[in-house]
């Protein structure tokens, strides 16, 4: 069974500041998203990324993927309110019809 | 419309209450998901339909029961929920099931409170 497991749950931060997201998943995948979700509305893709040391790069926000230690990161460069938000990992499941297994999510809040 | 659409966004009902929430995708897309969106919990898949078959059914009571008249249209009816079924529902379409396909574009959810 694949599981994935994000960390922090939780971040509050204040503009300016750097931190990173991470995802780790249990089992072999070459897929990974990233999504946001502003507080009662949809989930937006933010990032595909689709093979072993990817890195993708939009705005402040910059995703990796390390498939061999089976972990994604989603890292935040100086920090602005408008990135707050609850961001998602979500990774393709080979060995179940390639369905999306997600993570908890990581509320993130940023402080003017 | 654009993108993926749910109605009602918001619904309120007793346990009794027969009611279907309803989703539409405009992006041209065969394939169509329910989700179920706990606070503090992952997202929860919950049924997927591809070119209208539905393909997976993550073991839903069958309290839930979608419906997929067409690619571009998805219901979830309730009947006789429970108050822990109260959550955000979402809807969510993609290209197909296949890997490379499988980019899923969300709709706003369905805020339900069972009474």
């Known amino acids: 069974e694949l599981k994935v497991e994000q960390n922090p749950l939780f971040l509050s931060m204040q503009e300016g500041k750097n931190y990173t997201i991470y995802c780790n998943y249990s089992t072999t995948s070459d897929r990974l998203y990233w999504y946001r979700q502003d507080p009662g509305k949809s989930l937006e893709s933010l990032f595909v990324l689709l093979s072993n040391g990817a890195v993708k790069q939009e705005g402040r926000l910059m995703a990796s993927l390390d498939t061999k230690a089976r972990l994604s990161t989603l890292h935040i460069t100086a920090a602005v309110h408008d990135l707050s938000a609850t961001y998602f990992c979500a990774v393709v499941h080979m060995d179940s019809n390639y369905q999306l297994i997600w993570g908890a999510g990581t509320k993130l809040i940023i402080k003017p | 419309e654009t993108g993926v659409t749910q109605t009602p966004r918001h619904l309120v009902m007793g346990m009794t209450n027969k009611k279907s929430l309803k989703c539409e995708q405009h992006l041209g897309h065969n394939a169509m998901y329910w989700y179920k969106q706990s606070a503090k919990k992952p997202l929860e898949l919950m049924f997927v339909?591809?070119?209208?078959?539905?393909?997976e059914n993550n073991s839903v009571p069958s309290r839930f029961s979608p419906e997929c008249p067409n690619s571009s249209h998805l219901f979830l009816h309730l009947h006789t929920l429970q108050p822990e079924d109260s959550a955000l529902y979402l809807c969510a379409s993609s290209l197909r099931t296949s890997v490379g396909y499988n980019e899923q574009f969300f709709g706003p959810g369905t805020r339900l409170t069972v009474l």
């Open positions: 339909y591809n070119f209208k078959e539905q393909t």
